[in-house]
């Protein structure tokens, strides 16, 4: 943009009066002026503004906010190594589907019991319901679990390794963890998680053992994300001390499995949880936005009136 131009004389002038004359240049399109396409003068960046939107965190506050992150990384480490101890037979499929239906139906209490049977209440969802789609899921992966058991075998263990390893990366990067953004998908989020969990189950010595994995993945990566998302909305406090101690639970069981990957995971936490937050608020004072009148047009007419 240029910031000043030589406008034009006027037309019946003479070259003395021309100079007296100057025309104001007006931020409009549907007038005809004697400026350039491109011209703007000393009021066009009067309106600038710098970094209006900005937030202002608490180092606290964005801590607490990123036991989300930390869950999400604990879930994906329980699923895994409680599939590690079923390839290498130190957990039997019965006892991990019998422990997982345990756990589930004492969640779903809690579920109902933390807002007092209110969502339920709203939602219009009757237990009855709730028991048969459980029977109708359950029937229906036992069934397929033989179908899915041989589906990838034709396809090398490392290539089905591989596939796993880029679903869970997936499934973490596309995971709604609270934030209104465009790459946010819970449904591909989900998706790729039992996709990953199908590949892993594939390489079971058993039907069974692919049935109780597949059972592992909806209880992980379904049912414990909306558990931990009530509980996080009606009891904060609650919310947080379930995060530790899940997180410090998943520490454990990946040190029953290998140190080194222990460490690693747990400095992997630290990192999310302190790291991260601290450099998110340190480099806030170096955002530099520009606001003005080159944004494009908002319409902030009130449209109640016209929708009735």
Known sequence: ??????????????????????PR????????????????????????RKNIYVRQYQFWTVVRESTVVAQQLSSVCVFVILWWYMDQDRLSPHRLFTYGLITSLFGYLMFDAIDSGEGRNHSG????????????FVAFTYGFSPVLKTLTESISTDTIYAMSVFMLLGHLIFFDYGATAAIVSSTLSLNMA??????????LPSSLHAFATLSLAIEVFALWPMFQKKLKAITPRCYLAVSVVFTLTTVLGVLTVSLTGAVLFALLLLAVAFLCPHYLIKLQSSKDNIHGPWDEAEIKEDLSRFLG
């Not at 943009?1 to 100057?22: I, K, N, Q, Y």
């Not at 969802?125 to 109708?136: F, Y």
Request: with cysteine.
């Open 1 to 22: 943009m240029r910031a000043a131009v030589e406008p034009p004389a006027a037309p019946g002038l003479g070259a003395s009066e021309s100079r007296c004359w100057h």
């Open 25 to 48: 240049w007006k931020k409009v399109l549907y007038e005809r002026q004697p400026f350039p396409d491109n011209f703007v003068d000393g009021s066009f960046l009067e309106e600038l």
């Open 125 to 136: 969802r009757t237990r009855w319901a709730d028991l048969k789609s459980t029977v109708v």
């Open 194 to 203: 039992i996709f990953a969990s199908v590949c892993l189950a594939s390489r």
